[in-house]
């Protein structure tokens, strides 16, 4: 069974940083896309940012590009996100996710319906 926990939320002020850190159990690692998606209070879970297995290529939703850097670690089986001048709309518990069928473009990264195992989340607050 595969486990994903995050690390690394917490609460900071408009224009600060934070990075989280996903670890992954179970083998494998190296083989799967993975992805951070984020859910604000009353929203839905929406894609922040995703990675292929071998790090080489990347995906990031509009209101994040520029700010937000996804990376992974194979040899550790961790995935990263480094987030810079965070905004308030930018609030929301953060989800580790490993997809569990392929995906190749933006349209399939987004799709919350292709990730088979979710982490418990990290909160991340961002007052103004």
């Known amino acids: 069974q595969v486990q994903l926990v995050e690390s690394g939320g917490g609460m900071v002020q408009t224009g600060g940083s934070l990075r989280l850190s996903c670890v992954a159990s179970?083998?494998?690692?190296?083989?799967?896309?993975m992805a951070w998606f984020r859910q604000a209070p009353g929203k839905e879970r929406e894609f922040v940012a995703g990675?292929?297995?071998?790090?080489?290529?990347?995906y990031y939703t509009n209101s994040v590009k520029g700010r937000f850097t996804i990376s992974r670690d194979n040899a550790k089986n961790t995935v990263s996100l480094e987030m810079n001048n965070l905004k308030p709309e930018d609030t929301a518990v953060y989800y580790c996710?490993?997809?569990?069928?392929?995906?190749?473009?933006?349209?399939?990264?987004?799709?919350?319906?292709?990730?088979?195992?979710w982490g418990k989340g990290t909160l991340v607050t961002v007052s103004s």
């Open positions: 990675i292929k297995y071998s790090g080489t290529t990347t």
């Open positions: 179970g083998s494998r690692f190296s083989v799967y896309a």
């Open positions: 996710a490993r997809y569990g069928r392929i995906v190749i473009d933006y349209e399939d990264y987004i799709q919350a319906g292709a990730v088979d195992f």
